[in-house]
């Protein structure tokens, strides 16, 4: 069946690093990829979105990556602050499914004072 | 900015009872979702509506879950008898369009908890 998962489940960087997120999908009708930020105790706070004819895509302090070869997505915060710290979840939607939106499993993001 | 409301933002109820949990999308989206969450796993989707009819619903969205949209504001989602695995974070969402076309906007959420 289809999923969007992501690498790794926890990454901790210093404050003013960059911090990278993995996400890999296996849906290869996916046209449009959606990354998240969940703070403890919130909703999903939309971050940036990516379209399929699109591999690169640039926001503030933040880029997506998609590289539909592999089936890569990606998560670029750059000069991580400490209120970067949450949970983000990339997530993907077809043209075919009614706007459901399918997430991966999350990853930690710690940012180091 | 708009944003998308949920209440309340805690339900406590006995295993059985029937759970009816609030919405109000942003005014001028016409599309509305269900996602649920449990402790500590990934976001999940339940149902989509539009046009005063379900779009599509996931396998978790069985019987026992009904949606509404009884005037030109709200959005609930009925749980008919609920049972513990039914404990979640509830979360709406709207948005403008459908088709993976547009931006989908959370509420806060409701959590829920089945004694």
């Known amino acids: 069946g289809e999923s969007v998962g992501l690498h790794l489940p926890t990454l901790s960087v210093q404050e003013g690093d960059n911090s990278i997120i993995n996400c890999a999908y296996s849906n290869s009708a996916s046209d449009y990829f959606i990354w998240y930020k969940q703070e403890s105790g919130k909703g999903p706070q939309f971050i940036i979105d990516i379209r399929s004819n699109m591999d690169k895509r640039q926001g503030q302090r933040v880029t997506v990556l998609l590289n539909k070869t592999v089936k890569h997505l990606s998560l670029q915060i750059a000069a991580t602050q400490p209120g970067d710290s949450a949970v983000y979840f990339c997530?993907?939607?077809?043209?075919?499914?009614?706007?459901?939106?399918?997430f991966g499993d999350g990853t930690t993001l710690t940012v180091k004072p | 900015e708009p944003e998308v409301t949920q209440t309340p933002s805690h339900q406590v109820t006995q295993m059985g009872q029937e759970v009816i949990l609030h919405c109000v999308p942003i005014s001028n989206h016409l599309y509305f979702y269900w996602y649920r969450q449990i402790l500590g796993q990934k976001v999940e989707f339940l149902v989509s509506f539009y046009n005063n009819e379900i779009s599509e619903k996931s396998e978790i969205f069985d019987d026992q879950f009904s949606v509404e949209r009884p005037d030109g504001s709200n959005f609930t989602l009925k749980i008919r008898s609920t049972k513990l695995e039914d404990s979640a974070m509830y979360f709406c969402?709207?948005?403008?369009?459908?088709?993976?076309?547009?931006?989908?906007?959370f509420g806060p959420g409701t959590r829920l908890t089945v004694l």
């Open positions: 969402a709207s948005s403008r369009i459908s088709r993976g076309t547009d931006t989908q906007y």
């Open positions: 997530a993907e939607n077809t043209n075919t499914n009614a706007g459901k939106s399918t």
